[in-house]
């Protein structure tokens, strides 16, 4: 387990460097929101911290993020699983509408997915790591001079595909 956290640390960290090279970090946010992934378990609650790196050009946003949901499914009383998904990733959001009321984007992005199945009554697990690509489209409503609420939906291919509804704030530096 702990070479598992070590490893998490290490890509984090490698994956934060890349945007921040590219673009300094010039704002944080968090978003929760829920998961309907394509495997036959219940719909788990996703926690979300993302980074804003800032603009690539007028209308291309550079965003990194790190998410985890996690589910556990009683099929019988013989056998219990848990699901659970670790992803970081850098997401380029292209604006298609920006006013002060309303800004609208559609976007896309590569993350590295962990996960892992466990069957708890077995004692047995099963853990990958794997490169995922995600579609999203959202929105960002401006709260307060620094605060922004954002809405989106994100669809994710590989390992888990996955849809994904999610709410939260970002704070601009």
Same mark, same amino acid.
């Given at each position: 387990?702990?070479?598992?956290?070590? +490893?998490?640390?290490?890509? $984090?960290?490698?994956?934060?460097?890349?945007?921040?090279?590219?673009?300094?970090? %010039?704002?944080?946010?968090? %978003?929760?929101?829920?998961?309907?992934?394509?495997?036959?378990?219940? %719909?788990?609650?996703?926690?979300?911290?993302?980074?804003?790196?800032? $603009?690539?050009?007028?209308?291309?946003?550079?965003?990194? !993020?790190?998410? !985890?949901?996690?589910? +556990? =499914?009683?099929?019988?009383?013989?056998?219990?699983?848990?699901?659970?998904?670790?992803?970081?990733?850098?997401? @380029?959001?292209?604006?298609?509408?920006?006013?002060?009321?309303?800004?609208?984007?559609?976007?896309?992005?590569?993350?590295?997915?962990?996960?892992?199945?466990?069957?708890? =009554?077995?004692?047995?697990?099963?853990?990958?790591?794997?490169?995922?690509? %995600?579609?999203?489209?959202?929105?960002?409503?401006?709260?307060?001079?620094?605060? =922004?609420?954002?809405?989106?939906?994100?669809?994710?291919?590989?390992?888990?595909? @996955?849809?994904?509804?999610?709410?939260?704030? =970002? !704070?601009? @530096?």
């Amino acid at each position: 387990m702990a070479k598992i956290f070590l +490893r998490l640390i290490f890509i $984090t960290l490698f994956v934060t460097t890349i945007c921040y090279a590219i673009e300094p970090l %010039q704002g944080i946010g968090m %978003q929760v929101g829920i998961i309907f992934p394509e495997v036959d378990i219940q %719909q788990p609650v996703d926690f979300m911290l993302r980074g804003q790196h800032g $603009t690539l050009s007028k209308d291309i946003h550079l965003d990194s !993020y790190l998410s !985890y949901w996690s589910n +556990r =499914n009683t099929e019988t009383d013989s056998l219990s699983k848990k699901w659970s998904v670790l992803q970081m990733g850098t997401l @380029f959001k292209y604006f298609i509408f920006q006013d002060q009321k309303l800004s609208v984007y559609s976007g896309g992005g590569v993350s590295l997915q962990w996960r892992q199945l466990s069957f708890e =009554n077995d004692k047995k697990s099963d853990s990958k790591w794997s490169l995922a690509l %995600q579609f999203l489209c959202g929105c960002e409503i401006p709260l307060h001079e620094k605060i =922004n609420g954002v809405v989106e939906i994100e669809y994710s291919i590989d390992g888990i595909d @996955f849809w994904a509804v999610t709410a939260g704030m =970002n !704070y601009k @530096f």
